[in-house]
């Protein structure tokens, strides 16, 4: 059991924080206000009363390096946070931020890996969470940008973040302490950490939390008067805290082996510090991360939250003429139809289309028009379009022989335009389009099987051969003629494609083409040479661009692609759906990537990028 010894802090001192970088320097939330107290004497950083502290350092500034500490102005019902020269405690830089639904109980900085971003996690009165941007690493700058919302607790004491492993913990007063996912793109969902009430080891309530640099968690169980220690990759530790009568607050100082616990004592009042070893720290196992890029624009949001937007595809008018669109589907309503500006040219209200493809020129008896096809779980049909002058006109729908259709894409052959569609128990039918415009029809010429879910899909009418994603398996290659070669699985799931597999989409310029495929369950995207053995070329992310106010991508189901050269996309254009819409919350909607920016990140040559013109 560690030895507590009396330590001194400032009259009125109950909450206090380790400065980052500087041993022995604390933060203290006193009756005199926010200090910096140090060797070198006592600093006021800002009067009033405060509470929830918490501090990053290496904050540049208008050049210089800052250390940033938020705290929770208990009078004011806000977080204030302050950028201050360690050298001189003078402040340098100063942010508000007033909940704008209930008072904050709880607040808690985070660091975030790509480029030292902080976000500010709240947690107000109601147990709403709020995630905000507050500093801007790449223009070095204090900024106020919401994030995100999501559910949190009730009656929140404490907050604290593994910035490593991107973790918010959260203690919940009479419960325990809750993890979530800190990163800009997390989810939602929440596991226990530490719970008491019978089910977990805490005896009491978890009064107040800490993290250490190397991701252990420190909770105070002040009920029980009990230090509870979880470190990352060993065993659990539990001391109790017999001579204190009250302990209610938990402040901890790094070291090398070691770090320096203080508890404040109610009872006393008074704090006491005692030095406690660490475990060996785990080795290292350094998450590997493919490198990023940013999104050139974002469409309007759909019309609801959930899980709605799903599968893009970029209809490039013949000749130059017309405007260039983005179809994007609504799996809850319709067809959605937008510009290369985000912006929301029509809305075709025909049922519950999951994935939708188009070919420039499908023949009819009647007329020749450029058409989209897709899938419509509303009757497990298929939708056709016709995209005109006027826009984007609903020819009816086709019938399939399949249960729950789900994928779906288009092959343009010499003689016939086709539709190959799935469904969710692995089977896909071939249809050939005919009829008219106004009577459409479709005609199935062929049907296999993939061995389980699969969705998405691209035909290649340059190698006829049709590339279809099994989601838990990889990418398999077919003939894409009625009569041609069956599936054969070339691309298995591994580091880069990781489950589910989803959208997938063919980059072509000259003599050479890639496959670019969504690895949902990595939150990135694959290419593939489409040569044989299909060699992978590399991987990339797509993340916020702060200064555009779009954020990154994540749990992609379907893409498209497109090498013609379009306004401000001269090398072609990438669409993502984003599962997650945020920098703020919003309804899920489709990212514009410049092939550009692609090509760079993969590091592929102008003449490899481009091919011949």
Request: charged letters at 20%; glycine letters at 12%; aromatic letters at 6%.
């Amino acid at each position: 059991m560690p030895a507590f010894d009396a330590i001194s802090f400032p009259d009125g001192a109950a909450d206090l924080h380790a400065e980052p970088g500087a041993p022995g320097t604390w933060l203290v939330a006193a009756e005199a206000g926010l200090l910096r107290v140090s060797g070198e004497g006592t600093h006021l950083l800002a009067a009033g009363r405060f509470e929830s502290l918490d501090a990053r350092g290496g904050v540049e500034l208008g050049g210089e390096r800052t250390i940033l500490v938020s705290g929770l102005d208990v009078d004011a019902g806000a977080v204030r946070l302050f950028a201050y020269d360690p050298a001189t405690a003078a402040v340098t830089a100063r942010l508000t931020i007033s909940p704008d639904r209930a008072s904050p109980d709880a607040a808690c900085l985070a660091r975030h890996g790509d480029g030292g971003d902080l976000t500010l996690f709240i947690v107000d009165a109601r147990g709403e969470v709020q995630q905000r941007v507050v500093y801007d690493a790449a223009a070095g700058a204090l900024v106020n940008r919401p994030l995100r919302r999501f559910p949190g607790v009730p009656e929140a004491e404490a907050c604290a973040v593994d910035d490593a492993a991107e973790a918010l913990y959260i203690a919940e007063e009479p419960v325990g302490v809750w993890r979530y996912d800190a990163a800009w793109e997390g989810d939602r969902e929440r596991e226990p950490a530490l719970l008491g009430s019978g089910v977990g080891p805490l005896a009491g309530e978890a009064t107040d939390l800490a993290v250490d640099e190397r991701g252990g968690l420190w909770v105070l169980d002040g009920d029980a008067g009990a230090l509870h220690y979880l470190p990352a990759g060993a065993a659990p530790a539990l001391w109790p805290l017999a001579d204190m009568g009250e302990p209610s607050a938990l402040a901890l100082a790094p070291g090398v082996d070691a770090v320096d616990i203080v508890v404040f004592d109610e009872a006393a009042p008074g704090h006491r510090v005692a030095r406690i070893p660490l475990p060996p720290a785990p080795a290292a196992t350094a998450q590997r991360r493919p490198p990023a890029i940013a999104a050139s624009a974002e469409t309007v949001p759909v019309a609801r939250y959930g899980d709605a937007a799903d599968d893009p595809a970029i209809y490039v008018p013949a000749n130059g003429t017309g405007e260039p669109l983005v179809l994007g589907t609504d799996k809850r309503a319709g067809l959605a139809v937008y510009g290369l500006d985000g912006a929301l040219r029509q809305f075709l209200a025909v049922g519950r289309l999951n994935n939708v493809d188009l070919l420039p020129a499908v023949a009819f008896a009647d007329g020749t028009v450029p058409l989209a096809a897709a899938s419509n779980r509303s009757g497990d049909s298929i939708s056709l379009f016709a995209i005109e002058a006027g826009g984007v006109r609903h020819l009816g729908d086709v019938p399939t022989g399949l249960s729950d259709v789900y994928g779906l894409c288009m092959y343009a052959a010499d003689d016939a335009a086709y539709v190959f569609v799935n469904a969710t128990d692995g089977r896909y039918e071939q249809h050939r389009l005919g009829g008219t415009l106004a009577e459409p029809t479709a005609e199935r010429v062929r049907a296999f099987r993939l061995p389980s879910q699969p969705e998405g899909c691209v035909a290649d009418p340059v190698t006829t051969q049709v590339y279809l994603g099994e989601e838990a398996a990889g990418v398999w290659v077919a003939g894409a003629a009625p009569d041609g070669a069956a599936p054969t699985l070339v691309i298995e799931v591994g580091e880069q494609l990781v489950p589910d597999v989803e959208g997938m989409a063919i980059y072509r310029r000259g003599e050479q083409a890639w496959l670019v495929v969504s690895s949902q369950g990595s939150n990135s995207f694959a290419v593939y040479a489409l040569v044989p053995g299909y060699p992978l070329v590399g991987d990339f992310r797509v993340t916020a661009d702060l200064a555009a106010g779009i954020d990154g991508v994540s749990e992609t189901d379907g893409l498209d692609v497109t090498s013609a050269a379009l306004p401000g996309y001269p090398d072609g254009l990438l669409v993502l759906q984003d599962g997650r819409n945020r920098l703020p919350d919003a309804p899920q909607d489709f990212k514009l990537v410049d092939w550009r920016a692609v090509a760079a990140v993969l590091g592929l040559a102008p003449d490899e990028a481009q091919g011949a013109r």
